[in-house]
């Protein structure tokens, strides 16, 4: 079967930085994604990776490692606002995504 | 508008209700989506749309139907609500064209069947 892991819960303190990892095993592989969702709001887009190595936008940056079926997406300089739900996603060979159960971070002041 | 809207933003509802959940999008995307996402799970495809005129099932499709008449609207139909429907319903839609083809999602609605 297909399968996407991300650790349930993390917690991390402003100003810092976190990595939240994500494994996958799928039937295929066509990019992967990370989104970010605040309680009780949609998944907002925040990257996308197809081939390996390490994307870098802001504060955000993902990296990703095909032959370990693997990514982390890296938070620097860490805000309040960044407190929410980070939820990583492949896409299959059905170019279906396949989603893990996402990351809830807490921020700690 | 701009982007996508999801009408209506919750919903009770009994259990053997008709319902429709309503989608539309203003970007001329060509695909859309429905999923559910329910706590400690990702989120599950239900039906989807390649282009106007087509739909696919997804993971979950059963007692779910949806129909693609224009670009712009995507409806859900429950034709027959239970309590297992109990969920947030997103629909998203990507331009279709290759690429990341990333998807974007409109606010979501929150449904109760009792």
């Known amino acids: 079967g297909q399968n996407i892991d991300q650790p349930t819960e993390m917690t991390a303190t402003e100003g810092a930085i976190v990595q939240i990892n994500c494994t996958y095993q799928?039937?295929?592989?066509?990019?992967l994604f990370w989104y970010q969702q605040h309680a009780g709001e949609a998944p907002t887009f925040l990257s996308y990776?197809?081939l390996d190595g390490l994307e870098e936008k802001g504060r955000f940056s993902s990296f990703l490692s095909r032959s370990k079926g693997y990514s982390y997406l890296l938070l620097k300089e860490l805000q309040m606002k960044d407190s929410a739900s980070y939820l990583c996603?492949?896409?299959?060979?059905?170019?279906?995504?396949?989603w893990g159960a996402g990351t809830k971070l807490i921020i700690k002041p | 508008i701009a982007g996508i809207t999801q009408a209506p933003t919750s919903q009770i509802l009994a259990a053997g209700r008709r319902m429709t959940l309503r989608c539309t999008q203003d970007?001329?995307?060509?695909?859309m989506y429905w999923y559910r996402q329910d706590l400690g799970l990702g989120l599950r495809l239900i039906h989807y749309?390649?282009?106007?005129?087509?739909?696919g099932k997804g993971e979950v499709p059963d007692g779910y139907s949806v129909s693609r008449a224009n670009t712009d609207d995507f409806p859900l139909t429950l034709a027959s609500a239970v309590p297992s429907q109990t969920s947030v319903y997103f629909c998203?839609?990507?331009?279709?064209?290759?690429?990341?083809?990333?998807?974007?999602f409109g606010p979501g609605t929150r449904l109760t069947v009792l």
């Open positions: 970007m001329r995307h060509n695909a």
């Open positions: 998203a839609s990507s331009d279709g064209t290759g690429g990341p083809d990333t998807q974007y």
């Open positions: 799928t039937s295929g592989f066509n990019g």
């Open positions: 996603a492949v896409r299959d060979s059905n170019y279906q995504l396949i």
């Open positions: 990776n197809v």
């Open positions: 749309s390649n282009t106007a005129g087509t739909t």
